[in-house]
């Protein structure tokens, strides 16, 4: 029997919109060309999939934003292959000091911040499918988001350390972007995890108008 199909509201539309925007724009004068490609096809992957995926599986538009800024998140850091974000640039122009001297920061840290935003920003569209079409209290529903960034945080570290056997060195350093550090990989995965506990333990009533069993209105 076929899935009904749901027309996208506008503002999902408007947010995806936005998305292709910034991916199409992320590739003016691509600085590192050799890994952009690797960087930018799940961007491109999922905004081709996200009509047909969210008509039949209708989101909140909570969860489609959390989505979108995650991946404007990644968008912004493939285009510097992610170590080399000029966000100390940045911060200078605006406020004539860097992160790096504030902090005493001896690295480039936006991978950082992408990895606990992953954590953070999944757990609204994660707890919503959960309870939607899963059928999960929210016990469960909390169950399941921790369960989704250990496991996605684990396979993309595990998909990174293939990488570095199967790619030139040069290539799978500048998209592993581990910058020397060891730990890299368990720091990444503890960071999405520690952003999805801090989203977690945000009172439940918030969450609760964000992520609704009934179906999203149009």
């Given at each position: 029997?076929?899935?009904?199909?749901?027309?996208?509201?506008?503002?999902?539309?408007?947010?995806?919109?936005?998305?292709?925007?910034?991916?199409?724009?992320?590739?003016?004068?691509?600085?590192?060309?050799?890994?952009?490609?690797?960087?930018?096809?799940?961007?491109?992957?999922?905004?081709?999939?996200?009509?047909?995926?969210?008509?039949?599986?209708?989101?909140?538009?909570?969860?489609?934003?959390?989505?979108?800024?995650?991946?404007?998140?990644?968008?912004?850091?493939?285009?510097?292959?992610?170590?080399?974000?000029?966000?100390?640039?940045?911060?200078?122009?605006?406020?004539?000091?860097?992160?790096?001297?504030?902090?005493?920061?001896?690295?480039?840290?936006?991978?950082?911040?992408?990895?606990?935003?992953?954590?953070?920003?999944?757990?609204?569209?994660?707890?919503?499918?959960?309870?939607?079409?899963?059928?999960?209290?929210?016990?469960?529903?909390?169950?399941?988001?921790?369960?989704?960034?250990?496991?996605?945080?684990?396979?993309y570290e595990i998909f990174?350390?293939?990488?570095?056997?199967?790619?030139a060195g040069d290539t799978?350093?500048?998209?592993?972007?581990?910058?020397?550090?060891?730990?890299?990989?368990?720091?990444?995965?503890?960071?999405?995890?520690?952003?999805?506990?801090?989203?977690?333990?945000?009172?439940?009533?918030?969450?609760?108008?964000?992520?609704?069993?009934?179906?999203?209105?149009?």
């Amino acid at each position: 029997m076929p899935v009904p199909q749901s027309a996208i509201p506008a503002a999902q539309r408007r947010l995806l919109g936005l998305l292709l925007a910034l991916l199409l724009v992320a590739q003016i004068d691509q600085p590192y060309p050799e890994v952009a490609l690797l960087q930018h096809i799940p961007t491109a992957l999922l905004l081709a999939l996200s009509p047909l995926l969210l008509r039949r599986w209708p989101m909140s538009t909570a969860s489609v934003a959390c989505l979108t800024l995650f991946m404007a998140l990644h968008t912004l850091g493939g285009r510097y292959a992610y170590s080399n974000v000029p966000y100390d640039e940045w911060a200078r122009a605006m406020t004539g000091t860097s992160l790096a001297d504030a902090f005493g920061w001896t690295r480039n840290h936006y991978d950082r911040l992408v990895h606990f935003a992953f954590g953070a920003l999944s757990v609204i569209p994660v707890a919503e499918i959960a309870r939607r079409w899963g059928g999960l209290g929210w016990r469960g529903a909390g169950l399941a988001v921790l369960g989704w960034v250990l496991a996605i945080s684990c396979l993309y570290e595990i998909f990174e350390w293939l990488l570095t056997i199967v790619a030139a060195g040069d290539t799978a350093d500048r998209y592993n972007g581990q910058q020397g550090d060891i730990w890299d990989a368990q720091k990444d995965m503890a960071l999405a995890l520690s952003g999805a506990i801090l989203v977690l333990a945000i009172p439940r009533r918030d969450r609760r108008e964000s992520c609704a069993t009934s179906p999203p209105s149009r």
